[in-house]
């Protein structure tokens, strides 16, 4: 059965450190692969998809993503993390027919 | 990607209610999906509304409880029904438009009392 799995519940960095969230996907195919982050009461937004061809995909605010088919793998990353970050981020995969979430990376940023 | 307008941003309801949320989107859509998020939790598929068809409930959710419209491809409502404390989730409605990925609403956060 499909899944995604993020390890980590909650992170904490320091404002302008790097950020990397971990996402790992279980599917016979090569998935559609998203990335989402819910500001605290709000909806959720979407930072960057990966469908097909280059295999690190740049998104908004900065985001980035790197899809490793050995590892299925779909890590996101930010070289330097800013307060307004702090939220909560979800990875994604889609197989066409169904759409699957993982549980969620909660995100602290400290000044 | 597809602008969603969704009311209310949130609601306090008595238990034993129900309270319907609307979803407006920008332009036509095939499929509309509709997930529950639980406080603390990621989000489940409750059901996604084909116009003109009934729609497909997941497990673990039936037609009774969250009864759903989509009467055009721009619009489509989901009623909590019978509510009880255990219903208190936020609420988003989401489309697929083919190569935007899956846009969100802003959600409806749901408190029970």
């Known amino acids: 059965a499909q899944s995604v799995t993020q390890p980590d519940i909650h992170i904490t960095v320091s404002e302008g450190a790097s950020l990397e969230l971990r996402c790992n996907y279980s599917y016979g195919a090569t998935p559609y692969l998203f990335w989402y982050v819910q500001s605290p009461g709000q909806g959720l937004q979407l930072l960057l998809k990966?469908?097909?061809?280059?295999?690190l995909v740049q998104g908004i605010k900065g985001f980035e993503a790197e899809f490793k088919r050995s590892q299925s793998s779909f890590n996101l990353r930010k070289p330097s993390v800013h307060w307004s970050d702090a939220a909560e981020y979800f990875c994604a995969v889609s197989t066409g027919n169904q759409f699957y979430f993982g549980t969620g990376t909660s995100l602290t940023v400290i000044p | 990607s597809a602008v969603i307008s969704q009311k209310p941003s949130r609601d306090i309801c008595q238990r034993g209610t129900s309270l319907t949320i609307q979803c407006q989107v920008d332009?036509?859509?095939?499929?509309m999906f509709w997930y529950r998020q639980q406080p603390g939790q990621s989000l489940t598929l409750i059901a996604t509304?084909?116009?003109?068809?009934?729609?497909?409930?997941e497990s673990g959710f039936v037609i009774d409880k969250f009864p759903i419209s989509r009467p055009n491809l721009t619009f489509s409502t989901l009623t909590v029904s019978n509510m009880s404390p255990e219903d208190s989730s936020i609420y988003l409605c989401?489309?697929?438009?083919?190569?935007?990925?899956?846009?969100f609403g802003s959600g409806t956060r749901l408190t029970v009392v």
């Open positions: 332009s036509q859509v095939t499929m």
């Open positions: 989401s489309v697929s438009r083919e190569n935007y990925g899956y846009t």
């Open positions: 509304a084909n116009q003109g068809s009934e729609a497909t409930y």
């Open positions: 990966y469908f097909s061809g280059d295999t």
